[in-house]
């Protein structure tokens, strides 16, 4: 039967098959005329009545813009379902202002996010990148003797961001015997309370914890937060992991720093963003572990972002509420 709603797909071309199970597009053709092996890269080369009947656009990585130019093309879109993260990138604010409704699988991406942060965050509070050097050096390692503080048990984490994945890592964190620490200025005490944290300044929070996690969007106010006087406030033997964004830190004194051996970082994302020069100390300091950008979703996790999208799709077309909704007013501080 030919279906009278129309969709389309708006993202790099090699995208969809990643994004999509057979299942999933399956599920969405039997809503939706879509031709779910085929992206739109630039609407400038589409036909205009095609464009004028697609009601939902599944956009991902690589989508083209869409601004008033586009959306005049658009006279039925209902919907822009981003099977990704932040929508900043290739939504204009127009597009709120027509009504279209706007999802986001941020919250779905924040998952993997978080996995990777608790690995990091226990195995840094074991001290096993240190274990593993010493290891590697040669010989028996007492580790008693080298390893008397480390260990999980009443540890203090901090947590810079109660952002959704700063929500989901502290969830994760729960059934662990560590104290957690958290700075973000928009959480009040009850709710810090609600969360099982202790609220703290920034700096405070550098100073006092053996583990700190970034979880903060990147954007002009929090641009270099941690920097130069900051980084020197980080405890001697502590971890910085870094999921969030590069330019959260000044990358300049942090390479400095970490030359110095004082303290470790487990970086996932960098200022430049990755790939790293070839010749960065990042990449080589013993006390670094640098992965180029791997903690947000990757392989079959893909998956999960696509049948988030399609979920919404058949929401929309049913006239249930959508998941991952975005606002306007969420646009500006979303990272």
């Known amino acids: 039967m030919t279906q009278t709603r129309c969709a389309a797909l708006a993202m790099a071309a090699d995208l969809p098959p990643r994004l999509l199970t057979p299942a999933a597009a399956a599920r969405l053709g039997s809503v939706y005329d879509v031709d779910a092996a085929r992206t739109i890269r630039d609407f400038s080369n589409e ?23 586009v959306l005049a093309r658009l006279p039925n879109l209902k919907g822009v379902l981003h099977a990704a993260g932040s929508v900043r990138g290739h939504l204009d604010p127009v597009v709120w202002d027509r009504g279209i409704v706007v999802t986001s699988a941020a919250q779905v991406n924040a998952l993997p996010v978080a996995e990777y942060a608790l690995a990091m965050i226990l195995l840094s509070a074991k001290e096993v990148f240190r274990a593993q050097q010493l290891y590697r050096s040669g010989g028996r390692v007492d ?9 999980c048990y009443g540890r203090r984490v901090g947590l810079v961001g109660a952002s959704s994945i700063g929500r989901r890592v502290l969830e994760l964190l729960a059934p662990f015997d560590l104290e957690i620490w958290l700075h973000d200025p928009y959480v009040s005490d009850a709710e810090a309370d609600r969360l099982g944290v202790r609220l703290a300044g920034l700096d405070e929070l550098l100073s006092a914890c053996s583990v ?6 990147l954007l002009d106010s929090t641009r270099h937060m941690i920097d130069a006087r900051r980084i020197n406030l980080i405890r001697e033997g502590a971890t910085l992991i870094n999921t969030a964004r590069g330019g959260l830190v000044d990358h300049g004194s942090l390479v400095t720093a970490l030359a110095s051996g004082r303290f470790r970082a487990v970086l996932d994302t960098t200022d430049p963003e990755e790939p790293l020069p070839h010749g960065s100390p990042l990449l080589h300091l013993d006390n670094v572990v640098a992965t180029p950008h791997v903690a947000g979703a990757l392989g079959n996790e893909l998956f999960r972002l696509g049948d988030h999208a399609v979920d919404n799709a058949v929401r929309l077309a049913e006239g249930r509420e959508l998941v991952g909704a975005v606002t306007s007013t969420q646009l500006q501080t979303m990272a």
Not at 48 to 62: K, M, N, P, Q, Y
Not at 212 to 217: E, N, R, T, V
Request: charged share 25%; hydrophobic share 45%; no cysteine.
């Open 47 to 69: 036909d205009d009545a095609a464009l004028a009947a697609v009601e939902v656009l599944i956009t991902g990585w690589g989508s083209p813009r869409i601004d008033a130019g």
């Open 143 to 151: 580790t008693l003797e080298e390893f008397k503080d480390a260990g």
């Open 212 to 217: 700190i996690s970034l979880h903060a969007p």
